[in-house]
């Protein structure tokens, strides 16, 4: 029987496991030293913050992994050898395989800050980060001050988990404006506005210089890089990004470069070894996305596609549109196709962005300048449908027609308040059109509420 051995038992080694199950009898193996068991990553924080259990994210009854045959076993890989076909765990127990699939997903980043090892600092990916939180902060009297050194999506997550316990937080973001880099403009300053109205202290263009040791080696302050003020804290939370998991294949003759090095059908340089999720880095990068994507749903996807290619039939991993949803605080984004931040905007990318006068609410339209084709959407506290614009984007809809028909979209509760005339209005009066929206029918709403 053929040996299948998956390294990671996150979204992307779980769906390869499963889905090859579904469509064979091959042995299958999955080794990882965070769990005993699959559990989702991104409810992490509700665990924190008291909203569900552990056991509550676990998406699988533990028996299900015997009833489906499929093996676990616990334990870093501390060694890989292809010409062997055999991998070391905890440098002693040797595992055969027949074939590899590499699903190691990322680490947070360490950038060498003196003081980064101390008792008191951590990231926010793991099942072991929370346990340390629980130690680090599980409490506004224990930890006095938490800071969180990097702007990006884990970082406003750990700083919600602690505002809920009421932990004072100082918010370290080198941007001049929280995830500038990701965000157009206007949508960026609504979210350091909100930040801020969360009584999270919000430091932009500050970098951190060094964690400072008490007596016992723990942490009691970073030194803020630009001024070197002092800020006392108990805890340090490190948000600065996510790096590929794959220190352990340094020698094993697997290609590497920031992740492990894949092509359109996920395999790498080596015969019979895969790599999927956050550690598997395109040769060349599928059209605007990145060569490297930590992102949930294609660690689901490239898991699915795998799959296919382990039971024979190979095919090629194809994304489709981009899409991404997320949360800042208590307010719900979603992204459809490409809206560049300004930084980052193309030649041909036309903006249109609405935001309501009082509520935290706004739209960010991406569209080409000569052509009118709708390009991407941001939309921030207004619900949209995926495949609605899915489709769009495929059928290459121009912006006329979108904004026409955007209450289509419109995936809002029954009896919420609609935007849709208000964002038209503004887009005729910003590019002298006279487009008349859709109203939202009755038929509409019953048939999808």
Not at 376 to 384: A, E, L, V
Request: a negative charge; aromatic letters at 10%.
């Amino acid at each position: 029987m053929e040996n299948i051995v998956i390294i990671g038992n996150g979204i992307a080694g779980v769906s390869a496991a499963r889905h090859i199950r579904k469509l064979s009898n091959k042995r299958i193996i999955i080794i990882s030293a965070e769990t005993d068991y699959f559990f989702s990553r991104t409810a992490l924080m509700y665990v924190y913050m008291g909203h569900m259990k552990f056991d509550h994210i676990q998406p699988y009854e533990n028996w299900f992994w015997e009833k489906n045959r499929i093996e676990l076993v616990r334990g870093y890989v501390t060694q890989v050898e292809p010409e062997n076909k055999k991998l070391l765990i905890d440098g002693a127990k040797a595992i055969h395989y027949d074939k590899l699939i590499i699903a190691t997903g990322s680490k947070p980043n360490k950038f060498g800050w003196p003081g980064q090892d101390l008792h008191g600092v951590q990231g926010l990916y793991s099942k072991q980060d929370l346990d340390q939180l629980e130690v680090n902060a599980p409490n506004k009297d224990v930890c006095k001050r938490a800071v969180i050194v990097g702007g990006g999506l884990i970082g406003i997550e750990l700083a919600e988990m602690l505002r809920s316990r009421d932990i004072p937080v100082t918010f370290l973001v080198r941007e001049s404006s929280f995830w500038n880099g990701v965000l157009p403009e206007g949508e960026s300053q609504m979210i350091n506005e909100h930040i801020r109205e969360h009584h999270i202290d919000l430091r932009l263009s500050s970098n951190l210089k060094e964690i400072v040791a008490d007596e016992n080696g723990k942490v009691k302050s970073v030194i803020v890089a630009e001024n070197d003020e002092e800020i006392p804290c108990d805890m340090v939370g490190l948000t600065a990004g996510v790096t590929p998991n794959i220190e352990f294949l340094r020698d094993s003759g697997i290609e590497l470069g920031r992740g492990v090095k894949v092509n359109r059908f996920l395999e790498t340089n080596v015969k019979d070894v895969y790599a999927i999720g956050d550690c598997a880095e395109q040769h060349e990068a599928i059209g605007n996305r990145r060569p490297i994507e930590a992102v949930w749903y294609t660690g689901r996807m490239m898991g699915e596609t795998i799959a296919q290619t382990i039971c024979g039939n190979r095919i090629e991993y194809k994304p489709g549109h981009w899409f991404n949803s997320a949360k800042f605080l208590d307010i719900e984004y979603q992204t459809y196709g490409w809206v560049f931040s300004n930084r980052g905007r193309k030649d041909y990318e036309e903006h249109f962005h609405w935001r309501h006068p009082e509520e935290k609410l706004c739209v960010t339209l991406s569209f080409h300048k000569e052509s009118n084709q709708f390009l991407g959407i941001n939309t921030f506290g207004i619900r949209m449908r995926h495949e609605i614009f899915d489709r769009w984007l495929t059928e290459g809809k121009n912006m006329d027609y979108v904004m026409e028909h955007l209450i289509d979209a419109n995936f809002d509760p029954e009896f919420y308040k609609n935007y849709e005339s208000d964002i038209v209005s503004k887009f005729n009066s910003d590019f002298g059109k006279s487009i008349k929206t859709k109203k939202k029918s009755l038929k509409r709403i019953f048939q999808f509420s």
